[in-house]
């Protein structure tokens, strides 16, 4: 039963997963290809459209995947899954922290989840440029591709843009439509 098998699955990564959507970002993808909900393409467009939609990036991959497979009550069940276990230990964690926040064990608990959260999150980061800049593997035909350059050429763009800190949505309105110009002036298959 997908519904079951989404709600599942969407619980488990809710569960263990540390530092928010983006170090969620592995466990989405490792879980949506070994089911077969998708291709690493789709995924990547869904990461692109997660971070470019209103609200939090799991629950945004959450909800896209579970409409793509079961549609409405797919994306309640997605949804609700990946929700569900930051509810509930939050709520157990408000009750307990203020007890324990100057805990030697918890801060060394959060001192050792801060690298790993990191190392996710780089990992996803990895996984995603190689999808998008490597789409068909690393040969020697890439870099000969107008689509690697325009995509080198937009990613340097919204890095540079980023870091005089120019408002994301700005960066998002912008990379969206340098991408809708490449793709009718180049025909680049996307």
């Known amino acids: 039963m997908i519904f079951l098998d989404l709600f599942w699955t969407f619980f488990k990564i809710g569960l263990f997963t540390f530092g928010g959507g983006y170090a969620m970002l592995p466990l989405i993808q490792t879980a949506v290809l070994e089911h077969g909900w998708m291709e690493q393409e789709m995924l990547v467009n869904f990461v692109a459209v997660s971070e470019s939609t209103p609200g939090p990036f799991a629950i945004n991959m959450a909800t896209f995947v579970g409409s793509t497979m079961g549609g409405f009550w797919g994306a309640l ?12 230990i ?22 050792g989840l801060k690298p790993a959260v990191v190392g996710m999150i780089g990992a996803a980061l990895l996984s995603v440029a190689a999808t ?3 789409p068909d593997g690393l040969s020697w035909a890439v870099f000969t ?20 800190k120019i408002h994301p949505i700005a960066i998002i309105v912008l990379s969206a439509l340098l991408g809708i ?4 002036t180049l025909h680049l298959p996307m």
């Not at 939050?90 to 001192?111: Q, T």
């Not at 591709?145 to 005089?164: D, E, K, N």
Request: glycine share 6%; hydrophobic share 55%.
């Open 77 to 88: 069940c997605a949804t609700l899954g990946v929700v569900l276990p930051s509810f509930l």
């Open 132 to 134: 998008v800049f490597f």
């Open 145 to 164: 591709s107008p689509r690697f350059y325009v995509c080198l050429g937009i990613c340097a763009l919204m890095v540079v843009l980023a870091v005089r």
């Open 90 to 111: 939050i709520l157990l964690i408000a009750r307990c922290f203020s007890k324990f926040r100057s805990s030697r064990p918890v801060r060394g608990i959060l001192f």
């Open 181 to 184: 110009a490449a793709g009718y």
